[in-house]
């Protein structure tokens, strides 16, 4: 069994409050002063609740996965969105 170790990289996430003022600008459509669906980052996004967005996954056809207000939204190397719940994050990441 061999051993191995992340490669050092860089990421951006933001948090939900973050991602709900970038909605709010680049929204048409609300729900209870919320932005309905919009597109962050090339993927459209849909209104849950006052708490949750659904985020397309990378996989086409698949699920969406929940993103909260107790995540942080990480962009990938490849452009895809995915959540991280924020003590996950902070235990993986730090502020470069």
């Given at each position: ?13 933001i948090t939900f409050d ?75 990441y730090e502020p470069i």
């Amino acid at each position: 069994m061999a051993k191995y170790r992340n490669k050092p990289r860089e990421i951006v996430a933001i948090t939900f409050d973050e991602f709900v003022e970038f909605g709010m600008a680049n929204s048409n459509e609300f729900i209870k002063s919320m932005p309905k669906s919009f597109k962050y980052n090339n993927h459209v996004v849909h209104y849950v609740d006052d708490r949750t967005y659904l985020i397309p996954t990378l996989e086409s056809g698949e699920s969406a996965q929940r993103f909260s207000s107790n995540d942080m939204l990480i962009i990938g190397l490849k452009g895809e969105i995915y959540p991280c719940r924020i003590d996950i994050f902070e235990e993986t990441y730090e502020p470069i």
